[in-house]
Every structure is written in structure tokens, then in C-alpha cells.
């Protein structure tokens, strides 16, 4: 298996614009999960999805972010529009529900995105 | 709510030392799970073991241990015969099953360096 692909790797973007971030989750993984890190705040939850429906939204640090996942095999974050402070890496993870209870989350490589 | 911690920040060794990395949690749920993942220098988060709070055993996989005691809320790490290669970020992180949420709480992260 190809694991979670996230796309692109690397973003650089003026502030005020739009940013798009992708991610495949692992075929057959029911969980995805969005995650950011910084330096100050570290590894944080944006929001995660279950069979593509939104369960938890609490960590989207307010209305200029937006998560979709259409589809079990695709999933966006969406930035619009862009500030300087959402520089960071975000991280996109997936995770398989089963009789074993909370699994273990298999992440991408994650996005850096840098606005400037 | 749930909490993760790891005290130390930065741990620098010889090769060939052994180190442990120390996780305290704080957690009302009763089933839990616990895990440990490596970020290395290229920025991944590589998964490396889950434990569930009714498995108090410890682990061994080769160079690295597990010991999990309930009864002071640890999860501590340790590293035997330490590698260069280990030099990396060590994140313990925690997931509740009685709240169902599946989500992953992070601590901040313990940075290792290993000198030859």
C-alpha cells in the first residue's frame, strides 16, 4: 500500500489567497484525521472524519478553514483567505475502527505551507 | 479532558547509551489507548507502538522497550544501545475509547540526539 499521500509537499502563498490541501487516505481506512504543527502550539487536531462524515470540527481554528472529504478516498483543507500565522505543517493520518478499539493512526508526509 | 506530557524537552546521549523517554497522561476514561511515534529529521511521523489501558505488560521489540504503569499514568520509552539513526522527535500521544473519540492527544514532544 502506498500509505497517505498528501499533496503538494511544499506551499508558499501571499497572504489573502486561497490554499488547497489534498490527501489520499490508506484504501479501506474509515478514520481520517487533520492535524497541524507548529512550533509554539506542536501537534494539534483540526478535525477528523468517520465514513466522510465530520465528527469532531473543534480544533479548525475559525471560519477561514473548511474540511471536505467527498469521497472515502479523498479529502481537502481549504484556507481562504490565507494569513501568515497558518504557516505550518499539516498533517493528514487514517485509521481503520475494528474489534481492536482505537488503532493506530498512519500519517502523510505532511504539507508545509508557508504564507507570506 | 485528556493530557498529554512529556517533560523533557531535549535529550542528548553517546552511542551506546541507553535512554529512556518518559510519558505521563491524564485521562478520566477508563479505556484508553496510548501509542509512541518517532518524527525523524525528513519530518514524518512514523507510528512505533499501541498499547490499550488493560495491557499493562511491558514491550520489547528489539533495541526498544515499553513500560506502562497505570498506577502513575506513565508510558515511558527507553531506547537500548542507542543509534545515531534514533536521533529524532519522540511523541507519546493518547486516544479515549469510552468518549469515542478517536482522535490522538499529543504531547510536546521529546527531541533526541544521538552523538557518535
Known amino acids: 500500500d502506498a500509505g497517505v499521500i498528501q499533496s503538494p509537499r511544499h506551499e508558499v502563498t501571499e497572504m489573502g489567497q486561497e490554499v488547497t490541501l489534498r490527501c489520499k487516505p490508506i484504501?479501506?481506512?474509515?478514520?481520517l484525521f487533520w492535524y497541524r504543527q507548529t512550533m509554539m502550539r506542536g501537534l494539534e487536531l483540526l478535525i477528523y472524519f468517520n465514513n466522510n462524515v465530520p465528527i469532531d470540527d473543534s480544533g479548525m481554528p475559525e471560519d477561514r478553514f473548511s474540511a471536505k472529504m467527498p469521497n472515502a478516498s479523498f479529502s481537502t483543507l481549504k484556507i481562504q483567505p490565507s494569513e501568515p500565522r497558518d504557516s505550518a505543517v499539516y498533517f493528514c493520518?487514517?485509521?481503520?475502527?475494528?474489534?481492536?478499539?482505537?488503532?493506530?493512526?498512519?500519517f502523510g508526509q505532511g504539507t508545509r505551507l508557508t504564507v507570506v | 479532558a485528556q493530557k498529554v506530557t512529556q517533560a523533557q524537552t531535549e535529550i542528548s546521549v553517546v552511542e551506546k547509551e541507553d535512554v529512556t523517554l518518559d510519558c505521563v497522561y491524564e485521562t478520566r476514561d477508563t479505556t484508553y489507548y496510548l501509542f509512541w511515534y518517532k518524527q525523524p529529521p525528513s519530518g514524518e511521523l512514523v507510528f512505533l507502538i499501541r498499547?490499550?489501558?488493560?495491557?499493562?505488560q511491558n514491550e520489547i521489540s528489539g533495541r526498544y522497550s515499553w513500560n506502562f504503569q497505570k498506577s502513575t499514568s506513565s508510558f515511558n520509552f527507553t531506547i537500548t544501545a542507542s543509534q545515531v539513526v534514533d536521533s529524532a522527535v519522540y511523541f507519546c500521544?493518547?486516544?479515549?475509547?469510552?468518549?469515542?473519540?478517536?482522535?490522538?492527544?499529543f504531547g510536546s514532544g521529546t527531541r533526541l540526539q544521538v552523538q557518535p
Open positions: 484504501s479501506g481506512h474509515d478514520y
Open positions: 498499547r490499550n489501558s488493560f495491557d499493562e
Open positions: 493520518a487514517s485509521s481503520l475502527s475494528g474489534a481492536r478499539g482505537n488503532t493506530e493512526a498512519f
Open positions: 500521544a493518547l486516544s479515549e475509547a469510552g468518549t469515542g473519540r478517536r482522535a490522538l492527544t
